[in-house]
């Protein structure tokens, strides 16, 4: 059920409906039904097998907080790493080799009809974050309903934001529909489509046959390729957020914001800022600080950095590429640290944060190819078309379009417009655009495509 989708807007209008005309304390129950459901409609054998994680995590939360045992603790993280790391590993590593005819095992001969479960990375981390706040005492007691609410919740249970204890627990008893919540729901659920079907959707359709036979296409087109790629993850990522975030505001909820503005970023310090921002301080709080952190040597603080950049890369996928897409990503981060020191945007003169903008975003772009492509072979193929004089071009007027729309939409998010300049026109704005949204998605003819973070 995609968040685009003609299923999920009735879906959603059904829950909305029957949350606000029941009483209060029956709506947390109504979203439990309504977020299993959610799951359900994906896969049903995968929503016991989640909820069923769900319940042992629960117990070993129970067990930190009776007798404050690190027994527990170890448990409950090893169990969501053991099968995090089962289906989004091992299973991979035992499917390929099965394929390829190296091993047979009689217990693995249906492996083709096993998949990554929904959104296992997601609330995998969920759910550890949770047991590690637990054992550090943020919390002292957890009702297993408002637990399943929070691991469930329907609109960011998929791709994130990932949540903590704090971002969530205060609100399940006191959710409030205002005019506030409204107004900034139907403005995010706005955004996102903008993002999604009228600008990734769009980019998609453009690069995907780059992707497929670069050799095929003229060196600039290989490398406007991803750059256009690099937006349509943001717009993909970013307009599944914002339409998270709009419909848990409809529903009373205000779940983290989980990006702002990443491509106007002067430092690749400020990038990991302004990126998936819930992933990076999930590293930070129980990766990167348990570590060390900067508490450490120069050296080790920059090999913490590296190491725990490329568990992120291994975080998003199961093929090495991802891996080193991490790896660079911590490379550049440590380079510019030791080169640098703490980049200072504010001292910068214009000139200056403008080169800064296009050497990171730059980067960004050259290391996407690792996070788009499989293997080293693919991607040197890729690259070498980089060199051809002639071939197709994708640079054409409908292209620059594209481009400029996702660069405004930064700038519009970076100045936070909305909040400060257009709130007092919000009334009429919101119409008027919901009315352009309405045409341009009658006008455009695109098949509805999944987001990119679900295989996550």
């Known amino acids: 059920m995609l968040f685009n989708s003609i299923d999920y807007f009735f879906f959603f209008i059904a829950c909305y409906i029957l949350y606000w005309i029941s009483p209060s ?54 169990l969501n790493l053991l099968n995090l790391c089962f289906f989004k590993y091992i299973l991979t590593y035992l499917k390929y080799l099965t394929l390829e005819g190296e091993v047979s095992i009689p217990f693995f001969q249906s492996l083709s009809e096993l998949v990554l479960p929904l959104a296992i990375s997601f609330y995998t981390f969920q759910m550890i974050a949770y047991l590690v706040d637990a054992w550090r005492g943020k919390f002292h007691e957890s009702p297993f309903i408002n637990f399943l609410l929070f691991i469930l919740f329907f609109p960011q249970l998929i791709a994130g934001p990932i949540m903590r204890h704090d971002d969530f627990y205060d609100q399940i008893d006191h959710a409030k529909l205002n005019l506030d919540f409204v107004q900034r729901g139907i403005l995010h659920i706005i955004s996102g489509l903008v993002k999604k079907v009228l600008i990734a959707d769009q980019l998609a359709k453009l690069i ?29 990522f970013s307009g599944y957020t914002d339409l998270a975030r709009g419909s848990a505001f409809l529903l009373g909820y205000e779940i983290p914001e989980n990006f702002r503005s990443p491509f106007l970023s002067v430092s690749f310090t400020e990038l990991w800022s ?51 897409w991490g790896f660079f990503h911590g490379i550049f981060l440590a380079i510019e640290r030791f080169a640098f020191g703490k980049p200072n945007r504010s001292s910068m003169s214009t000139m200056k944060k403008i080169f800064a903008i296009i050497w990171i975003f730059s980067i960004f772009c050259i290391l996407s190819t690792f996070f788009r492509i499989d293997t080293l072979e693919k991607i040197a193929n890729f690259w070498s078309s980089s060199f051809n004089l002639k ?66």
């Open 208 to 236: 995907n046959p780059v992707f497929a036979t670069p050799s095929e296409y003229d060196g600039l087109s290989i490398f406007l390729s991803t750059v256009a790629f690099s937006f349509q993850v943001y717009g993909d």
């Open 274 to 324: 302004r990126w998936h921002y819930t992933l990076s301080t999930w590293i930070r709080d129980y990766l990167y600080i348990p570590l060390g952190g900067n508490r450490v040597s120069e050296l080790r603080y920059n090999i913490n950095t590296i190491i725990v950049m490329s568990l992120s890369g291994l975080w998003h996928g199961n093929t090495y590429t991802f891996f080193f």
């Open 391 to 456: 071939g197709k071009i994708i640079y054409k007027p409908d292209f620059w379009g594209l481009i400029i729309g996702s660069y405004l939409i930064q700038i519009i998010e970076y100045k936070n417009y909305f909040q400060d300049y257009f709130k007092p026109y919000i009334n009429w704005l919101i119409p008027l655009f919901s009315v352009i949204l309405f045409f341009a998605l009658v006008k455009i003819e695109v098949a509805t495509e999944t987001f990119i973070y679900f295989q996550f």
């Open 25 to 78: 304390r029956f709506r947390k129950y109504i979203l439990i039904i309504f977020s299993l459901i959610f799951y359900g409609y994906w896969s049903g054998s995968f929503l016991i097998h989640f909820v069923l994680f769900i319940i042992l995590t629960h117990l070993c939360v129970l067990g930190i907080l009776k007798t404050k045992k690190r027994i527990f603790l170890v448990l409950g993280v090893s």
